[in-house]
């Protein structure tokens, strides 16, 4: 059964080498309503044949029943029928259009790109390929999970999207690769929307998102937008730099008009409206996959081989090596299996301060781990203090220092009392250990063994002598 925590939808069994969707439509019609009846029908349809190693009849036909509700489960996940075995009004689209089978996959492939997670998938894959990395089953978990989409261990989830999506033309046959092309006409918009559109601010995207479902496509005031975005969306807008924070970028970026009021004694409100670009049905889609994904700032990072994000990390402008570092961060610790968590909390979560990267793993026991990066010449006393307090409000139970620089004599004893007197773990990586991991990247678990033992070290137990 399709894990509830899945960010693409079980697909096991519905594969179009398995199923006809032109013959699986009719079958639904002719029992809408009737789950045990469907079921019946899958099965004698599809999976009557399967199994046939399996010499006690029952349990033949117990696994081939199996398989069948596979399929009901999957056209569900895949928003075909609900729970009681009726079309969605997807699904009656879908049966509208069994006469023509170009027309009935792409309108699945668009279903699945707007609505199943398909774009971020998609996406990923471009990634990927701009990255040079491999791409299977297991990278692909790695990847999708670095960008906020995960799916349950061994499950079949991306293999059958990729499968629906091939019977359009968006992907290949043979392969992972994408058909750009093929991509645009059936999505109805650019491809490289998505990617813009994951490098808006949180600001940007409520915004924009209100501005496209009021469905007007005249000037409105850029004031009530923002009422309707902080109402609807739970964000708050600044009051003075809204142009500078949020218009800008949208109409850089060719989704919003925005021109000033005239007239009158003090600030006024601009007036914005839509371009062609900014579609609701398919903006809003797309930004509802990247709601919960890491921060736009990393994603640009992510596209690039490790060898490039540690030469930007030299960049003479310090906004871009730090970022790089952060990046680099973010690779070595998904290199070690750590869940990514989130980017640069803030506020009550952390108390007002902020934390570059946030992962934890529950493998064996749960630990949460808590990343800053210092794109600075030295890691002073006070940098570790505030990492250490801000273990309280995240939970955490290791800390690791990352920097371009040194780490400071005070810093180190800081952390080694710090490590002494509580349960906490200090890692430090410096410039030494990241020209190192950058030059052969298993120093990395070198390191982390180094800082492991350091802290061992610092932890030992005295318990006495046993009484006798």
């Known amino acids: 059964m399709a894990a509830s925590t899945s960010d693409l939808p079980f697909g096991s069994e519905f594969s179009p080498s398995v199923i006809d969707l032109t013959d699986l439509l009719d079958i639904i019609q002719l029992h809408q309503g009737d789950n045990v009846g469907l079921e019946d029908a899958i099965w004698t349809e599809y999976f009557t044949g399967h199994s046939k190693k399996e010499s006690d009849p029952k349990k033949r036909e117990y696994n081939q029943r199996k398989l069948a509700n596979n399929v009901n489960l999957s056209i569900r996940a895949y928003g075909i029928v609900d729970t009681s075995a009726k079309f969605t009004a997807f699904g009656t689209e879908l049966y509208s259009l069994r006469g023509d089978p170009a027309q009935l996959y792409a309108a699945l492939a668009r279903h699945i790109l707007l609505n199943l997670n398909g774009m971020g998938f998609v996406q990923c894959l471009l990634d990927m390929v701009a990255?040079?990395?491999?791409?299977?089953?297991?990278?692909?978990?790695?990847?999708?999970?670095?960008?906020?989409?995960?799916?349950?261990?061994?499950?079949?989830?991306?293999?059958?999207?990729?499968?629906?999506?091939?019977?359009?033309?968006?992907?290949?046959?043979?392969?992972?690769?994408?058909?750009?092309?093929?991509?645009?006409?059936?999505?109805?918009?650019?491809?490289?929307?998505?990617?813009?559109?994951?490098?808006?601010?949180?600001?940007?995207?409520?915004?924009l998102l209100a501005l496209a479902n009021t469905g007007i496509k005249t000037d409105q005031s850029s004031k009530a937008i923002v009422t309707i975005a902080e109402a609807t969306y739970g964000v708050r807008f600044p009051d003075k730099s809204l142009p500078k924070d949020v218009l800008n970028g949208l109409v850089a970026a060719g989704f919003i008009e925005a021109k000033k009021t005239t007239g009158g004694r003090g600030a006024k409100p601009f007036l914005v409206k839509p371009t062609a670009k900014l579609e609701a049905d398919i903006v809003g889609p797309l930004l509802e996959q990247l709601k919960d994904r890491i921060s736009p700032r990393l994603l640009a990072?992510?596209?690039?081989?490790?060898?490039?994000?540690v030469t930007e990390i030299d960049s003479t402008d310090r906004y871009i090596g730090g970022l790089a570092l952060e990046a680099l961060a973010f690779k070595l610790m998904r290199t070690l299996g750590m869940d990514y968590v989130s980017t640069r909390l803030r506020a009550s979560s952390?108390?007002?301060?902020?934390?570059d990267l946030v992962f934890q793993s529950s493998r064996l026991v749960f630990s949460r781990w808590q990343i800053q990066c210092k794109n600075t010449a030295r890691v002073s006393?006070?940098?570790?203090?505030?990492?250490?307090?801000?273990?309280?409000?995240?939970?955490?139970?290791?800390?690791?220092?990352?920097?371009?620089?040194?780490?400071?004599?005070?810093?180190?004893?800081?952390?080694?009392?710090?490590?002494?007197?509580s349960n906490l773990a200090i890692v430090?990586?410096?410039?030494?250990?990241?020209?190192?991991?950058?030059?052969?990247?298993?120093?990395?678990?070198?390191?982390?063994?180094?800082?492991?033992?350091?802290?061992?070290?610092?932890?030992?137990?005295?318990?006495?002598?046993?009484e006798k």
């Open 131 to 207: 990255a040079g990395q491999e791409i299977n089953l297991d990278s692909l978990r790695q990847s999708l999970g670095e960008r906020g989409i995960h799916f349950p261990k061994g499950g079949k989830h991306p293999s059958m999207m990729r499968l629906w999506l091939a019977k359009a033309g968006v992907i290949s046959e043979n392969g992972w690769q994408v058909n750009s092309i093929r991509l645009r006409t059936v999505l109805g918009t650019d491809p490289e929307d998505f990617p813009t559109l994951a490098a808006l601010s949180s600001l940007q995207r409520a915004f």
């Open 301 to 309: 990072l992510l596209k690039k081989p490790l060898s490039e994000i």
């Open 350 to 355: 952390t108390g007002g301060a902020e934390v």
């Open 381 to 421: 006393l006070d940098d570790v203090a505030k990492e250490v307090g801000l273990t309280h409000f995240l939970k955490s139970n290791v800390i690791v220092m990352v920097t371009t620089g040194t780490i400071g004599l005070e810093a180190r004893r800081f952390a080694n009392k710090t490590m002494s007197d």
């Open 428 to 466: 430090m990586l410096d410039s030494a250990d990241l020209k190192a991991i950058a030059a052969s990247p298993a120093h990395l678990v070198e390191a982390f063994q180094r800082e492991a033992e350091h802290a061992m070290s610092l932890k030992k137990m005295d318990l006495g002598a046993e």
